[in-house]
């Protein structure tokens, strides 16, 4: 798993590097629009609403394609 660093210490440098990067992921298409993920979510929220037992998270974070 991915370790959440804090941003604010970065580097000008670092954080440009990580801006382009993103930048770049987006123009190539390797992300997932909010919109995808918002229905998603809103999915997972209605399953567990109506009485889903286990959702699974793993499973649902992957699917998000991050």
Same mark, same amino acid.
């Given at each position: 798993? @991915? &370790? *959440?660093? /804090?941003?604010? @210490? +970065?580097?000008?440098?670092?954080?440009? !590097?990580?801006?382009? &990067?993103? #930048? /770049?992921?987006?123009?190539?298409?390797? =992300?997932?629009? +909010?919109?995808? =993920? #918002?229905?998603?979510?809103?999915? !997972? *929220?209605?399953? *567990?609403?109506?009485?889903?037992?286990? !959702?699974?998270?793993?499973? $649902? *974070? &992957?699917?998000?394609? $991050?």
């Amino acid at each position: 798993m @991915n &370790k *959440i660093e /804090n941003a604010s @210490n +970065w580097s000008k440098e670092r954080l440009d !590097a990580e801006l382009e &990067k993103g #930048y /770049n992921d987006m123009l190539k298409g390797r =992300i997932t629009p +909010w919109n995808d =993920i #918002y229905a998603k979510l809103s999915e !997972a *929220i209605s399953e *567990i609403k109506n009485g889903s037992q286990g !959702a699974d998270a793993e499973k $649902f *974070i &992957k699917s998000l394609n $991050f």
